[in-house]
């Protein structure tokens, strides 16, 4: 089945703990991003790649790492969460830049 | 970078209603697409318009670009309970941009049908 799978679903988490989300899609995608959705505010790209080892920053890319080493993989960093990091995260990929983004189940992150 | 305004943030309509959201830009946009994402779930890709002017339509819903490429609708004929969603458009970073390849999504409507 095709699809953009994340984990962990769920995270709590303390302030200055690092940690990683994981973004993998199946389907020989070319473009990849990360996004944060908050109430009033939609989605907001964090970072995107256009291709393997090619990464752009989004909107809001203070405080977070991406890499793009292999082509499937998209693995979102937070060295050192901070709460207004409390957020639910969603990876997307596409064909082709300009392309349907098709997303990922989404991680409810809270950072306390 | 591009900035796409979304209205209205929230809609409320009795079942049978129609209703609309609309997106703008102050930048004249390369294209822009349509998402929805149900309560709990994840956006799902609805549309993309390319062309000055596009009009598509798909069952009760129907897209239209406009002739400036600057704005852009979404309209839901006669709503029922599986319309309930946020609506999202999303503008592309054109070719010209410091920021190609970047996607801006509008902030969303929020859609509540009463039975």
């Known amino acids: 089945e095709a699809q953009v799978t994340q984990n962990p679903r769920y995270l709590i988490t303390v302030t200055g703990k690092k940690l990683t989300v994981t973004c993998s899609q199946n389907?020989?995608?070319?473009?990849m991003s990360w996004y944060r959705q908050d109430p009033g505010l939609g989605l907001r790209q964090i970072y995107y790649s256009m291709n393997v080892e090619v990464t752009d920053k989004g909107d809001v890319p203070e405080g977070y790492k991406v890499s793009r080493k292999e082509k499937r993989n998209f693995p979102l960093i937070l060295e050192s969460p901070s709460p207004n990091q409390t957020s639910l995260y969603f990876c997307?990929?596409?064909?082709?830049?300009?392309?349907?983004?098709?997303f990922g189940p989404g991680t409810r992150l809270t950072v306390t | 970078g591009q900035q796409v305004m979304q209205i209205p943030q929230y809609q409320h309509v009795q079942e049978g209603e129609d209703f609309t959201t609309y997106c703008n830009s102050s930048?004249?946009?390369?294209?822009i697409q349509w998402y929805k994402q149900r309560p709990g779930g994840h956006p799902v890709f609805l549309i993309q318009?390319?062309?000055?002017?596009e009009v598509k339509k798909q069952k009760r819903l129907t897209f239209q670009f406009g002739e400036a490429k600057k704005n852009s609708s979404l309209h839901i004929t006669a709503t029922q309970t599986t319309d309930v969603g946020t609506y999202f458009c999303?503008?592309?970073?054109?070719?010209?941009?410091?920021?190609?390849?970047?996607?801006?999504f509008g902030q969303g409507t929020i859609l509540t049908v009463h039975p």
């Open positions: 389907m020989n995608h070319e473009y």
């Open positions: 318009l390319v062309k000055s002017g």
């Open positions: 997307a990929s596409s064909l082709v830049h300009l392309g349907e983004q098709y």
């Open positions: 999303a503008a592309w970073e054109g070719a010209g941009g410091t920021s190609y390849g970047k996607l801006t």
């Open positions: 930048t004249t946009l390369s294209n």
